[in-house]
Structures are given as structure tokens and as C-alpha cells.
């Protein structure tokens, strides 16, 4: 061996250990492999909280669009939804019937860019969303928009009655007042191509129609 004539095999710290328990092999798969394993259990119960969060998130029949200029609290808003929701119709045909009032209020003293920035988007884009609850001040910020030929709104808003503002009524702040609700023109708009309008037009127009 010490003339190199007979192999004298590999050094003690070359021999491969290999594991033969199941404990061993377990942690020889750790050992090797446990910046993957972490990562892919993070990565299955992101998953899992999606796929949760979706089958339980609230399907909504349709949107009703609140803007004055008199900030009101979601609570608010919640309880108005309740109250249409007994004039919808099951849009999607789940079973239920949801309304969510998207609240749209702003103080005009302070900077309202994420609510004024919903706003546009629920005008430019969403066709569930066809009603509209304005005051008597914030009613005219459409006059932006309308020209005599295109104007946002069929025909006249409809002020709400003492019933609704009984049942949405809040003694934790001064209650809005003069409100009034409209119902979007969708003949000759973008919205007229989108499937879902004329389902939620037709729901719309019932709340519209009842609340008349």
C-alpha cells in the first residue's frame, strides 16, 4: 500500500453516508431540501386562503353608486343595501339577492382622490351599477359629464322617500338629507355592449320603478 502498488480505498471522510432508517432518511431529505419544502407549504396555504376567500366571498346582484358631498360611514351605506335588496331580483341567479352600495361620499373640504377615482371608475366600466343616490348638491357634478344629446341619467331623479331614510336612519351622526336616486342611460354607451347590463338594467329599473 505504502508504494502504491495496492489500493488503499477512499479516506473515512469520502464514504458516502448512506441513511437506512426511515428517521434518518427524513431528515437526509430535510437536510437537503428544506428551503423547497417551506417553500412550496407557503405557497399551498397561500393557495388554500384564495380558493377560501372565494368560495366565501358574497356574490352581489348589483351595485348602487353613493355620492354626496356629506361623507357617510360604510355602516351606513350597509344598511341602505339591506333596504333595496327587498325590491331586487336574483341577478345571478345563486339563490340569494345581495346589493352592495358602493360608498362614493367626500367631504369637499379635504382631498377625496380614492373615492372620486371609484367614482369614475363605477361611471366608465361597471354594469352592475346603474342607480345612483345623489343630494341635492352632488347631483350636479354630472352636469360635467351630460351634454343636451348624452346625458348620463334617464330622464328625472327620484327622491327617496321617509320610509328609507326611517330605516337607514343612524343616531351615531347627522343623517343625510334631500337624497335622491337616478338610474343610468345605457342606450348609445359602452355599457350597452356589456352582457351583464341588460340584466342588471332590468333589476335596476324594478328598484327604480318601486321606489317611484
Request: hydrophobic share 35%.
Amino acid at each position: 500500500m505504502q508504494s502504491g502498488e495496492m489500493d488503499s480505498g477512499p479516506k473515512p471522510s469520502e464514504i458516502e453516508i448512506v441513511p437506512k432508517t426511515f428517521g434518518e432518511k427524513i431528515s437526509n431529505i430535510w437536510y437537503h431540501y428544506s428551503k423547497l419544502i417551506i417553500a412550496t407549504i407557503l405557497i399551498l396555504i397561500t393557495v388554500a386562503i384564495m380558493i377560501t376567500q372565494c368560495a366565501t366571498r358574497t356574490k352581489y346582484d348589483l351595485q348602487i353608486v353613493y355620492f354626496t358631498y356629506q361623507p357617510v360611514l360604510d355602516s351606513y351605506t350597509t344598511k341602505m343595501a339591506s333596504y333595496f335588496e327587498k325590491y331586487c331580483d336574483d341577478v345571478n341567479g345563486d339563490g340569494e339577492v345581495h346589493i352592495m352600495v358602493a360608498n362614493c361620499s367626500v367631504d369637499p373640504n379635504s382631498n377625496n382622490t380614492a373615492n372620486m377615482t371609484k367614482l369614475q371608475v363605477l361611471i366608465a366600466s361597471e354594469p352592475s351599477a346603474l342607480l345612483y343616490i345623489t343630494d341635492d348638491k352632488s347631483i350636479k357634478y354630472f352636469d360635467n359629464i351630460n351634454t343636451t344629446e348624452n346625458t348620463l341619467f334617464d330622464g328625472e331623479p327620484i327622491p327617496l322617500s321617509e320610509d328609507f331614510y326611517e330605516y337607514v336612519k343612524d343616531d351615531a351622526f347627522t343623517n343625510p338629507q334631500n337624497l335622491s336616486i337616478s338610474i343610468r342611460r345605457i342606450k348609445g354607451t359602452q355599457l350597452e355592449k356589456d352582457k351583464k347590463t341588460e340584466k342588471s338594467y332590468m333589476a335596476s329599473k324594478k328598484i327604480f320603478d318601486a321606489i317611484k
